[in-house]
């Protein structure tokens, strides 16, 4: 439970320390006084998320620090020896606001982060605030809000999972059917271009290699004139014939020269070879230009086929094989689209039994929670005088979704004949109050937890029905310690610790502060409740015979 909570520097408050009791810790001022700064001061420690402008005017820094005292086998101390932290039966959490937004927690003087902060403290105190009064009322919360009670996070966590996988297998199954629908609106295109390129089996580079033989045979007349011209004047009968003769009327005469014709007899040698390789080469190209004119006509009807396809499928003539391939594998997976498709109905199929078969598991044990809740409810509603009340969990068909196919809503009827109805719309102020009472104690989601706080759970309701709000709470807080924000004197008079906050103003600033009050205090605090700033001797009488009735 919470046995110490100090507050520096936190919006109105200066400094403060505040010791709590077991069972009910009440809560009482004027309104503005500054209550809810309480509230906001302890979901800050505990690391809720709330308002960010915490530190008080003038201050560098707030800081609040909260001590726990807890059981051993708590489920907080879990949680720490998992994180590393050092744990013991004292738990003290500190968490400081710079002026700057900037936020620090420790938890036993080790440093933390706002996740685990959060972790541990959901262990340790529940809020039922103002605030959350509209999730109840909100029909559209009320399926989470039985899944909670009936411990159902497991099996929503699967329904949701199985009706990701149904979504999942149907829009593969669409893209599926949407694929081979407009692949078979171009089959007679498909079937015929990759049989016309099949036919033709354009290879990469072709095209030029295509072009560079037609161009050389189509001037393959004038150059084979050039040719054999130049192949005229350097044969036998030419060049060739007069360069021999010379070399061999040198080489006669240099037997005579004693060596003075070496030289050039070696360079016409040299010319002889240089000569011949050159008359070689000529007559390869000679070769090489005698074509059947055939050839000119088929190499160009090829080019031109090649050219005529890179045209029609508007690609680089290149890229005709790489887009014969990609035409081939839609052709594929046309021809395989129905074994494809029905792969895929049986894939949804398979998805969808699994989600039936969560959704199934899931309704039936949100109508056996709903019987439970419903029990509960009754029970929790005798001792707030409406022992004759109905409250009653439909639940009832819905389209699937990802949380199953049910829809729950809470039903109530306040009078025996009465009709029921929503909880928003058939319950009165007062019997709203109660019944939203009955109902954040019958949906704790946590029995682990040891603190309490519940925030003006009483508003619109008093005299004697005021006095079994208090009851109730007085009776919750035997086993649980309670802390409770109220405006009513009925509530107040149950406290097993009570608190007024009040605030004090001067020229330069506005201070709360909270007194922890005796037994007169208590008196005078309940006599004011009850009638306002002037504190009468009957209103005195009244608080006493309050407290001594509680």
Sequence with gaps: MLTLLSIRDILIIDQLELGFAA???????????GKSILMDSLGFVLGWRGRADLVRSGAEKGEVTAIFELSDDHLALDVLRKAGLQDGLDLIIRRTNAKDGRKIAWINDRRVSGDLLRNVSKHLVELHGQHDDRGLLDSNRHRQLLDQFGGHLHLNESTLQAWRAV??????????????????????????????????????GEEAELDTRRRLMQSAGKLRVDIDKAAHALGREAAEGMIGDALRWLEAAGEEMDGHLDAAIDS???SVSTLNEAVRHIETCRQELDFNPYDLETAE???????????????????LTEFAKELTMRLAVLDAGQNSLAEKKLALKQAQDVYDGYTNTLSQARRTSAVTLDKAMISELAPLKMNRALFQTDVTPSE???????MV??????????????????????????FLLALKVCLRTNEDVQTIIFDEIDRGVGGATADAVGRRLSDLATDTQVLAVTHSPQVAAFATRHFRVSKQQSDNETLSDV????QDSRIREIARMISGDVITKEAIAAADTLIKSS
């Design 515 to 518: 007194e922890d009050l005796d």
């Design 409 to 434: 809503i809470f039903h109530v009827r306040t009078n025996p004949g009465s009709p029921a109805g929503p909880l928003a719309r058939i319950a009165s102020g007062g019997e709203l109050s109660r």
């Design 301 to 319: 009807e090829r080019l031109f086929a090649i050219r005529g396809l890179a045209r029609k499928h508007k690609v680089p003539a290149d890229t």
């Design 23 to 33: 069972g009910l810790n009440i809560f009482t001022g004027e309104t503005g006084a």
């Design 400 to 406: 699937p979704g990802p949380h199953g196919k049910d």
């Design 167 to 204: 979504v999942e297998a149907e829009d593969d199954l669409k893209k599926e059917t949407e694929l081979l629908e407009a692949l078979s609106q171009e089959e007679e295109f498909l079937r015929h271009s990759v049989e016309e390129l099949t036919s033709l089996d354009p290879q990469p």
């Design 268 to 270: 016409l040698s040299a």
